[in-house]
């Protein structure tokens, strides 16, 4: 049984790597957690995640240089598919095949997390949301974060998506976020899972290429994420049927 969220937003910053990384860890106490990095063109969960001397990673998978296995690593309790982030590495892979990738993985997990890029301007940036059960919105608290946002849930809608939930990430004091939160809640169709403060525990934990939740498991901000994993309410499908239904999906012909 597995469900994948895509953890997208229209904009580049907003913590969507860091959120992947902190629900991946917090969801990982009760499933079986597969991290896939398909931010192919700017991959970082390497180096969230400890991984920047990874030997392989989802660039050789996805250029059929390498099988899926040889680039899963297991990092702090979850699966981690790390990619690559040469441009050279970028051009050889075939963004398409990440559909049989993730079928693969779907065979062997309950929960995958696909870090997705921040624009919706080629096959490879948009594959995750069209591919995923639900998506999981990462907005700052402002309005081009918001508006891309929407933007970003709208594709996913069009393309059978549903939206699990809102993160609003780097929120600081001086901004009334109940009542930011509240009106996009109208805009949206997912409801806010958590907020998350601006947050130096978070910033360190990059810089120590560890996800929040193992560098900084007592910070609010690592609190926020749990609260937000238990908020997500994991729809498990059957694993053959997901795999099926990646692996048919139908990708955008005009991107
Ligand atoms: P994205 O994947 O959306 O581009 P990242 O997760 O890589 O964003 O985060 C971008 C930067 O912001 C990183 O340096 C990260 O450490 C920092 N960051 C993310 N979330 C927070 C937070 N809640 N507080 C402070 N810094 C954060
Ligand atoms: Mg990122």
Do not use: W
């Not at 970028?90 to 398409?96: E, G, K």
């Not at 907005?139 to 996913?156: C, F, H, N, R, W």
């Amino acid at each position: 049984m597995v469900e994948a969220f895509a953890v997208a937003s229209g904009k580049g910053g907003t913590g969507k790597t860091t959120s992947t990384l902190a629900l991946g860890m917090a969801l990982a106490d009760s499933y079986d957690v597969t991290i896939v990095d398909a931010d192919t063109g700017m991959a970082n969960v390497l180096f969230h995640a400890g991984l920047s001397d990874a030997e392989t990673t989802l660039h050789d998978v996805l250029a059929g240089k390498a099988e899926t296995r040889e680039a899963v690593y297991e990092r702090f309790g979850m699966d981690v598919v790390p990619c690559g982030t040469s441009l050279s590495g970028f051009r050889d892979a075939d963004p398409d095949r990440l559909r049989d990738v993730v079928a693969e993985l779907a065979a062997d997990t309950d929960v995958i997390l696909l870090d997705s890029a921040a624009t919706l301007g080629s096959r490879a940036a948009v594959l995750p949301i069209v591919l995923a059960d639900r998506i999981v919105v990462v907005l700052q608290p402002t309005i081009p974060s918001l508006s891309d946002g929407l933007k970003v849930q709208e594709y996913a809608t069009t393309y059978g998506t549903g939206v699990a939930g809102l993160l609003f990430n780097r929120v600081t004091d001086d901004e009334d976020i109940d009542a930011i939160a509240g009106k996009a809640e109208r805009y949206f169709e997912g409801e806010t899972l958590a907020t998350v403060p601006e947050s130096d525990a978070a910033r360190a934990a990059r810089r120590a290429g560890e996800p929040l939740l193992a560098h900084a498991p007592d910070s609010q901000a690592a609190a926020a994420y749990r609260g937000a994993a238990g908020r997500l309410d994991v729809q498990s499908g059957p694993s053959e049927a997901v795999a099926e239904r990646f692996q048919r999906a139908v990708v955008p012909d005009e991107l």
